[in-house]
């Protein structure tokens, strides 16, 4: 069980993210907003945050940058979800400090595997033991 922060303006979406995850025996947190999401972060450090792109006033790609400047929070794997497949994009989520990035519509089939995989990636004992390995 871990606990993700799905950041997602639109309630269909969120809805769907959400309930996928929950089955799966997830704990949902939701923000709808940048701010928002940084402020939930701060207060609830969740394990892996789902970083909606286009989101009203400040975007996801702002408020990755944000997290990932703060020490509280700059640990946390934020995986950007974007509607926009394009390399470009694909470069910038990488450049504002995401861990990994999932396009929408989101597939329902793969989506939670997906996220499980980044998260196993990003978490402390994966980190240790690569760190492990460079030392050896
Ligand atoms: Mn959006």
């Known amino acids: 069980m871990s606990r993700i922060l799905v950041v997602e303006d639109n309630l269909l979406n969120y809805e769907l ?3 996928l995850l929950e089955l799966a025996g997830h704990r ?7 701010e928002a999401a940084i402020t939930m972060a701060l207060q609830e450090q969740p394990d892996i945050i789902l970083m909606d792109i286009g989101l009203p006033g400040m975007d996801g790609f702002e408020a990755t940058r944000h997290l990932k400047s703060m020490s509280e929070t700059q640990s946390i794997p934020v995986v ?14 990488f450049s504002a400090g995401c861990s990994g990035y999932l396009t929408k519509p989101i597939d329902t089939r ?16 994966s980190r240790a033991e690569a760190q492990g390995n460079t030392h050896e």
Do not use: N, Q, Y
Request: proline share 2%; net charge negative.
């Open 17 to 19: 993210a959400c309930d």
């Open 28 to 34: 949902v947190l939701h923000a709808s907003t940048g």
């Open 80 to 93: 950007a979800v974007t509607a926009h497949a394009m390399k470009e994009d694909a470069e910038r989520v």
């Open 110 to 125: 793969r989506f939670v595997a997906e996220v499980e995989a980044i998260l196993a990636a990003a978490s402390p004992a």
